[in-house]
């Protein structure tokens, strides 16, 4: 392994060095069409569990190029972009060119310290947690819900070990990969009662976790 998983800031700054190289660590395409169907997917999604409204500041972690973000800004009051690798915020600010009310923000790979307390809607994080430790998935919903206004709602997502793709997504590693070949950034599945035991813990209510398409597990909670 040439580097340490934890090293967030440095995998993935190495991954977006250019523009097509940091599209395809996001979404495994470069074609800009697609990057906004599939955003349009992804707030359908959000509809679903967190509610989008107009009064609502969205704060998006591991934004990448703005995908989501692009299309949610005018639907609500100001979207925030966190993520841990400046070169995906440079990419992220020119195609956010001329939508007033988004704002980005670099963030340690841990935390979201530069975002006061009670701050914020509605976090969400999505094709994220899958890069991430499991114990930096959890520090990521404790910082949610301090970052979070009463009653703002948090949504995640990650591959479901448990689903019939997740597997193969587990074993194609497995089969792949010398634990020491192993990329730094290479995906990691959950399950339900991860996210769900995480949710709760970090003591969010009306927990709700369920599995989407046989691949995808996600988690939504409200803040008390
Ligand atoms: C697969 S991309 C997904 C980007 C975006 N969420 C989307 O769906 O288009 C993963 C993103 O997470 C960011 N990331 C990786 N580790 C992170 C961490 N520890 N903290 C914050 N962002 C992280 C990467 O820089 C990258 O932009």
Redesign the pocket.
């Known amino acids: 392994m040439s580097q340490l998983r934890g090293d967030?800031k440095t995998?993935?700054n190495a991954?977006?060095g250019s523009k097509q190289e940091?599209y395809l660590?996001?979404?495994g395409y470069t074609d800009e069409e697609k990057f906004h169907a599939d955003?349009e997917d992804?707030i359908d999604i959000l509809r679903e569990t967190v509610g989008v409204r107009p009064d609502d500041v969205f704060l998006?972690?591991?934004?990448?190029?703005?995908?989501?973000g692009r299309v949610l800004a005018p639907l609500v009051k100001e979207w925030i972009g966190?993520?841990?690798?400046a070169n995906?915020l440079k990419l992220a600010g020119r195609r956010l060119l001329g939508i007033p009310n988004t704002r980005l923000q670099e963030?340690?790979?841990?935390d979201l310290q530069p975002i006061p307390d009670g701050a914020v809607d509605v976090v969400y994080?999505?094709?994220?947690f899958m890069?991430?430790e499991e114990w930096?998935r959890y520090n990521?919903i404790l910082e949610a819900m301090r970052v979070l206004r009463p009653g703002g709602r948090f949504y995640c997502d990650n591959v479901d070990l448990a689903s019939p793709a997740g597997w193969a997504v587990f074993e194609e590693s497995r089969k792949t990969f010398k634990p020491k070949d192993r990329p730094a950034?290479i995906s990691k599945c959950s399950t339900q009662p991860e996210i769900e035991a995480f949710l709760k813990h970090a003591g969010f209510a009306d927990v709700r976790v369920a599995g989407r398409l046989n691949f995808w597990v996600y988690g939504s909670g409200t803040k008390p």
């Open positions: 967030y995998t993935w991954l977006s940091a660590y996001v979404a955003a992804t998006e972690i591991g934004c990448g190029v703005g995908r989501v966190c993520d841990v690798s995906m963030i340690s790979g841990y994080t999505t094709v994220v890069h991430l930096d990521y950034q």
